[in-house]
């Protein structure tokens, strides 16, 4: 795994960890969580059409009538998902809600990756790997007390 990798990852786990609660923060000044989202998901659909334009291949857009439809359900579980981090860290706070945000990444991330599913590099769990899982997760979770 080359450091620019991890470097990027850690810089997604940092926005994360922003961009959630200033999403809060939205839904605060508009009293609602879904126009916060609704804003979220159009600012974000725009930034990638520029994106597309800009740097990638418009013509790879006609691949969408080949989609399986389950894979669609990305963009209602993103919209839920974010629904959620809005509506909760008022409630719970934003160390609360990304502790409990990523204790259920890690431990899904080890099924999706030990069984390789969703296209995911097969990366099977070995007694070192699950124990340094259990020990991240007891580390969040020692955080919120």
Known sequence: MTSLYILLAVLMGVTMSVYLPMNSTVAKHFGSPITANVLFY????LTTIVMLVSFGDVRTILKTKELPPYLFLTGAMSA???LG???LIP???ARKMTTF???GQVIMAIIVSHF???QSAKDPITL?????AVLLVL???????
């Open 85 to 87: 981090a809005i509506f």
């Open 42 to 45: 159009f600012v974000g659909l």
């Open 80 to 82: 839920v998902m974010v």
């Open 101 to 103: 945000l990523i204790t």
């Open 91 to 93: 409630k719970i706070g």
């Open 128 to 132: 070192q790997k699950f124990i340094g």
């Open 116 to 118: 390789g599913l969703l």
């Open 139 to 145: 580390g969040a979770m020692i955080s919120i007390g």
